[in-house]
């Protein structure tokens, strides 16, 4: 996976519309997911945290709010991947990313 690739995916997201329909939040968080995974790997810090986020809304909200709250982490993600890519960093996180 190229780096550009994994750029414009984090820029589609960023300025694709709202989580307002159940599809559009469970997007957001696998979207989040896969880049999260790309740039870091599974085993990365990043995605270890992002998981037991996750796992902490499933386990303290309320049944209707916990797509809620895992789609505006996955949006903290995307975020925060967009920022890392920005910065350069994705070449130097995981061997798969390619400039």
């Known amino acids: 996976m190229k780096e550009s690739d994994l750029k ?3 820029d589609s ?3 694709a519309g709202s989580l307002d329909t159940p599809d559009g939040r469970h997007s957001r968080y696998l ?3 896969s880049i999260m995974t790309a740039l870091h790997g599974e085993t990365g810090s990043q995605v270890k945290s992002f998981m037991r986020q996750c796992e902490q809304v499933h386990e303290k ?3 209707g709010d916990i797509e809620y ?3 505006h982490i ?3 993600a995307i975020t925060n991947l967009k920022a890392e890519i920005d910065a350069g960093f994705a070449g130097s996180c995981a ?3 390619g400039r």
């Open 8 to 10: 414009t995916r984090i």
């Open 13 to 15: 997201l960023v300025s």
């Open 31 to 33: 979207a989040a997911l």
């Open 61 to 63: 909200w309320r049944p």
């Open 69 to 71: 709250g895992i789609a």
């Open 74 to 76: 996955a949006e903290a």
């Open 95 to 97: 061997p798969n990313v």
